[in-house]
């Protein structure tokens, strides 16, 4: 995830508009900053790495002066955060300059390709990849709208961009796909950005753009295309014209993308997060890499904390049922009482959204000097688990804010279910077309968590409006505990409120003692585990008031009554089940602390990142 900008106006210096834009992009990526205009035909950039501030300060952003230019704010995903992987990205001799957000997934073949036709590629980026394709059609002679239509056809993934082009200084190129981009129109000036916020201090007149949508904009022009089968064709004025809407937004609302706090902006940003994970690992080399020596492997750890810890749990499960393989999954600062059993070409997959957390770290440490294999599992490119692993599986999360972990949780579990199936097909558990199908399913976690949120958000703050609980038992089997272990997670962290998971197997072994009349007991019924309808009816008999969340596809022996509630879920199997049944619990949690007066995004005693032993 990163922020693009571009702003183009019939006179004046843009320049301090697009670095007012991208102050309100910075919650996109923080990781570098960068800035190209267009002056008179000449494309100047200035990059580096680091925060906006800092950059700005660095490299005198303010002293730019041009009426057309593009920026972009960077959360790194091909290539370390650093001055040269930067935004905006150049083609061979600079005369096309551009901004990227998005994940470009045949990335290593269209690298390839380039380089073998001489391009001189500077940055580890998918992004210039894109510059150097607009090069070849502009050089083969085509309007540069048709080289930017050839070259996005030849891009699998995700992107929003912004492009300025030297030889047609009032101009913006842009383009999206499965990657937020709006269009802006003020009074003699235009805008391209991505999201509303960043662009406010210059209009609140605003059209989204859909996938496959891509264009031109001038300070007093719009053209609109859009890509299909057989080419691409122009959108009528009329058609753009009626999508643009004018937005009631005030700024402080705006900064948080129009919600009221970061922690549900980013439940509700999970489907755009699993679809840039989904597009950054599933053909990934490195996945493949990494799962070849987890089968090779004597012994496998998987080490994390918090919710980390419970993403290790949902890969332990997977990469036993999918591969056959055993591993050992252990909450980082547990992590000395197993040392001595770690030895000589064992994996280590340490999970950590910050890469960044102390115990984690010292585990990894700890099990590399005794000649183990580390696997890093984060979001952060360049954080120090990065740096520190022998290879590294990136979760393109973005940036997540909020202290509750709520988007990397799902972009983690699909990373990790992704290498499961890696495994699985190194070991012959199934075969590459198998391997494929299960691949495939994931494709659709986006939709399933959208439709998810949708469905949990009137549940979920209904009974978050039930007062008077007091402590609460969240159970689970199989697939489902994990994911019980992190609803009960979020649910203490941010409501304040006693919340235990257990799986659902162990309530007669003692914690059944508990319940009474109206103790409420939430169970997470995965496809994996249909007697937990007999979990949930030993609860009821007690008194307990039970709520069964359920893929709405999975067959259970149980019906709604006066003790037990049925809330249905969006099905498709196992293997997307955690993006059905996790969000319910991340609202639940959000609108109880909400409803109590809580700061969801700063609950006492919590830090974002546990630096400390
Ligand atoms: O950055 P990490 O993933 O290593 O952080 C580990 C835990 O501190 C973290 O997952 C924590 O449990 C969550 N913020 C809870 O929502």
Redesign the pocket.
């Known amino acids: 995830m990163c922020g693009i900008i571009g702003v183009t106006a019939r006179d004046g210096n843009v320049v301090p508009l697009v670095l007012e834009g991208l102050e309100r992009l910075e919650y996109r990526g923080y990781d570098s900053v960068g800035v190209a205009v267009n002056a008179g035909g000449r494309i100047l950039v200035r990059k580096a790495s680091g925060k906006l501030a800092d950059v700005r300060r660095r490299l005198a952003l303010d002293s730019l002066v041009g009426s057309t230019a593009i920026g972009h704010t960077r959360w790194a995903t091909h290539g370390a955060p650093n001055d040269v992987n930067a935004h905006p990205h150049e083609d061979c001799d600079g005369s096309i300059a551009l901004v990227h957000n998005g994940v470009i997934r045949n990335y290593a073949s269209l690298r390839e390709e380039l380089a073998s036709r001489g391009h001189r590629l500077r940055s580890e980026t998918d992004t210039e990849l894109i510059a150097h394709l607009i090069e070849e059609g502009v050089k083969a002679g085509l309007p540069v709208i048709e080289a930017l239509a050839g070259a996005i056809s030849r891009l699998d993934g995700s992107y929003a961009l912004a492009i300025l082009v030297a030889g047609e200084p009032g101009r913006i190129y842009f383009a999206r796909m499965r990657s937020p981009l709006i269009l802006g129109f003020g009074e003699g000036v235009n805008a391209v950005a991505s999201d509303i916020p960043a662009l406010l201090h210059l209009t609140r007149r605003i059209m989204t753009l859909e996938d496959g949508e891509f264009g031109w904009i001038s300070p007093d022009r719009v053209e609109i295309y859009r890509l299909g089968a057989g080419g691409y064709e122009r959108l009528k004025a009329i058609e753009v014209q009626a999508r643009v809407k004018t937005v009631e937004w005030t700024l402080e609302k705006a900064s948080k993308g129009g919600y009221p706090h970061f922690m549900i902006k980013e439940i509700y940003e999970q489907p755009q997060a699993l679809q840039d994970t989904y597009n950054g690992a599933v053909e990934a080399p490195e996945v493949s890499r990494a799962a070849r020596l987890i089968v090779e492997a004597p012994r496998v750890y998987v080490v994390?904390?918090?919710?980390?810890y419970h993403a290790g749990l949902v890969f332990s499960y997977y990469l036993s049922r999918l591969a056959g393989v055993a591993s050992i999954p252990l909450i980082s600062s547990e992590f000395k009482f197993y040392e001595s059993t770690v030895g000589e070409g064992d994996v280590v997959v340490a999970?950590?959204?910050?890469?960044?957390?102390y115990d984690?770290l010292e585990a990894v440490r700890a099990y590399k000097a005794r000649g183990a294999v580390v696997i890093g599992v984060t979001n952060v490119v360049g954080s120090a688990l990065d740096r520190l692993g022998d290879l590294t599986l990136y979760i393109r999360a973005g940036p997540e804010i909020g202290?509750?972990?709520t988007k990397?949780f799902t972009s983690q579990v699909m990373v990790l279910q992704l290498l499961a199936i890696r495994a699985a097909e190194a070991r012959g558990a199934l075969d590459p077309s198998e391997a494929r199908e299960k691949a495939g399913i994931l494709a659709a976690a986006p939709q399933v968590a959208s439709e998810a949120i949708r469905s949990s958000e009137p549940l979920a703050k209904l009974l978050a409006s039930r007062g008077n609980w007091r402590s609460i038992y969240v159970l689970g089997r199989g697939l489902g505990y994990p994911i019980a272990k992190e609803g009960a997670?979020?649910i203490k962290?941010i409501a304040y409120l006693h919340a235990e998971a257990y799986p659902a197997g162990e309530s007669k072994h003692g914690p059944i003692a508990l319940v009474e009349d109206g103790f409420p007991v939430f169970l997470v019924a995965t496809s994996d585990s249909p007697e937990i309808a007999g979990n949930a009816l030993e609860m009821a008999a007690r008194g307990a008031d039970v709520m069964v969340l359920k893929p709405s596809d999975m067959e259970l022996d149980l019906k709604s009554s006066e003790r037990i509630r049925i809330l249905s879920m969006p099905g498709g199997g196992l293997l997307l089940e955690p993006y059905s049944l996790t969000p319910f619990f991340q609202l639940l949690a959000y609108y109880k602390a909400v409803q109590s007066g809580y700061d969801p995004d700063k609950p006492r005693n919590?830090a974002?990142?546990?630096t400390v032993e």
């Open positions: 994390g904390a918090g919710t980390s999970v950590s959204q910050s890469g960044e957390t984690t202290v509750a972990a990397t997670l979020k962290e919590l974002k990142t546990v």
